[in-house]
């Protein structure tokens, strides 16, 4: 009865809702806090206290029909769009204008608007693995291919000399995540210089325009005083996409936005096209109250020390297990080495122990698994014994 | 540089678009109190109060890491969902759980879903003009084909004989909007019946499911009594797309739901398909804290006197002046005939007068125009005036 499309789609869908579901069937059975839940990307630190005020201010002041109501263009509220910029600019040295903003309902909805205003069928869109499993659902939505490049297990930074290899004519955008889900890996800044020049290269090579499009939740999110360069100073054919849902998180709010840079190609029409393509599928606007508690959040964010106790913690009681992984400088991510080749035999022996983490396949990577340690401190602190439990079965 | 399908889009954009900023360019010039912008479907009447409250409790309240949380399905929150299929079986003596429901972005959101979850390329989607126009958008995102119904211009209910024969071995879904936007008109119980029985029989010659979908943003604005019959009742294939906009004055904060009940063709696989659109099309689930309010005022509505008010006096001075027009029952919309055939003419007429209209041609309607008369009652008691001046030129 269903689109063809869709047949496929229900029938994988996303091992990693499977899993959370299946932690919600457990927690029913054996108790919530016997239950070690690392699958989902859920934040598990409250909003800043000034979310909370911020809506408390406008629904007091604020006249209801224009808080809201429709906004006059699609791409959102004129002031929360140049606040956007402003705070953009001030922290980055870049120099956009309101008009370079579209508030989008998520990064998710954001990745779907620029990829509906770029891709015709049969165009190339390449990502890194291991990558977000969602981008080759945005990039199928619109028939595009999604081209993988392999993932580089000694440090998951990007394969370079493969990318360039998988640049062909055909490549309309190429996905990058940094810091990155799931590795937590932060692309280094030669890592970015040296993939800005290849793409220009191959752009002259082409006479084409490939778009790099980065897909940013997690840029709030690093730890150590890592650096996560902005990537529009790197490569002009670049736009950003951004979300609060981890910074601010309201991941349930969808609220994010994208910037289309005047530096990119024809950006008038990439931004008329963003704009038609939130109204037609189905967006509209970014929720308006949302977007006018970012607007007085801008200089808020979520307190990341929480999950950077979560991340010592883990980290290092994992590695004393005798497990492998790569000590992560942003998001809130664990990929952690599987100690036998099929990952998803690992997940259902860690299952016995009540402890629940989503394949690398999910991922384009598998032999590996993904922790979220976005959850209570005490979820780690009682999981790690299980963990040395399971771990004996292999080392 | 965008994507092919979007270059007549964005050519074509939105007419309504259009108009809605011409009138902010005209209230710059002239000052607001003399342009009278009847362009744009966007609630004049405030949300009920209940809606601050609700907003407060809530903030003040809930666990915001639950309240901004994503939810734990992509199809909502599961108490919202109750509520309101509660508040549905209450109303309407339906028999729908928490589980028929999908929390979408509004109905333009809840559309999308269930078109991408349903349409194969090539299918055949009809729709009865007048319609709003984003139907033919919506449609062509998932590679469908919008098959027109002309329009009765005696009546503005549907044209069923021509319906019958338009209906074929690829029609997939049917689309209805009662209360209509553009025309105001309330299909009737008899008009409801008789395309049923059509859908029925042909669903039966063509051994085809064809789903009905009923776009419902109005059902809650309609004046003297009228009825809107529930479509489940009357056809089994029907899936529910409602919108918060209107009925609480919500339409900027993207809140609605599709009903999809058990006795749809494959109801588990439709549900499960929709959930997945969800997800992929980058709503990821409809904003929770607007989730959460929507269920605290499940009984509340806007204060639709205002708009009847309206209404009479538009309807009225209108008439008055010479111009020809159905009395609408629902919505805030008034469809006007055009004295010239030409009603882009009519529409550029009006604009000397600072009166913003569209032309029905946006609704597959030429030779009519569109009044919105969610507006304040001064723009329509000074307005008419202005429309006594423009009857001159034709009358």
């Known amino acids: 009865m269903i689109a063809e499309k869709m047949k496929n789609m229900v029938a994988n869908s996303s091992a990693i809702r499977a899993m959370f579901e299946e932690g919600n069937r457990l927690a029913g059975i054996y108790g919530a806090e016997n239950v070690y839940d690392f699958s ?162 191959k752009q002259k090579e082409y006479g084409t325009d490939i778009f790099l499009i980065s897909d940013e939740p997690y840029r709030e999110l690093v730890y150590d005083g890592a650096e996560v360069p902005y990537l529009t100073k790197y490569y002009a054919n670049t736009i950003v996409g951004y979300s609060y849902s981890k910074s601010l998180s309201l991941p349930g709010e969808r609220i994010g936005y994208l910037v289309i840079p005047d530096e990119v190609a024809d950006s008038g029409e990439v931004l008329a096209a963003a704009n038609v393509a939130t109204r037609i599928l189905g967006f509209v606007n970014a929720p308006t109250l949302q977007q006018k508690v970012v607007a007085k959040c801008i200089n808020e964010k979520t307190d990341i020390s929480f999950y950077d106790r979560n991340r010592e913690e883990l980290y290092n009681g994992l590695k004393d297990c005798g497990f492998e992984c790569i000590k992560p400088e942003g998001a809130f991510y664990l990929f952690v080495k599987s100690p036998v080749a099929d990952e998803k035999e690992f997940c259902a022996a860690a299952k016995k122990y009540h402890i629940l983490i989503v394949p690398g396949s999910s991922f384009a990577c598998p032999g590996y698994v993904r922790l979220a340690y976005c959850v209570s401190h005490e979820t780690i602190v009682n999981a790690l014994p299980k963990f040395k439990e399971l771990a004996k079965e292999y080392f």
Chains 1, 2 share one sequence.
């Open 40 to 201: 989902l990307g859920n934040p598990n630190v409250a909003a800043p206290e000034a979310v909370k005020q911020a809506v408390r201010e406008l629904i007091d002041e604020e006249d209801p029909v224009v808080l809201h109501g429709y906004t006059n263009s699609n791409s959102g509220y004129a002031d929360v769009r140049e606040t956007v910029a402003a705070s953009l600019n001030q922290r980055f040295g870049t120099c956009f204008a309101g008009k370079n903003i579209v508030m989008t309902v998520g990064a998710a909805g954001g990745l779907n608007v620029i990829l509906k205003s770029l891709i015709n069928p049969g165009d190339e869109v390449i990502a890194f693995a291991p990558y977000f499993g969602e981008y080759r659902s945005y990039t199928n939505n619109y028939d595009g291919v999604l081209v993988e490049v392999s993932p580089n297990t000694e440090n998951f930074q990007p394969k370079l000399d493969e990318f360039e290899q998988k640049l062909t004519p055909k490549t309309k955008a190429v996905i990058i995540n940094t810091p990155n889900n799931p590795t937590g890996v932060v692309y280094s800044e030669e890592t970015i210089q040296k993939l800005a020049a290849i793409m220009e290269a």
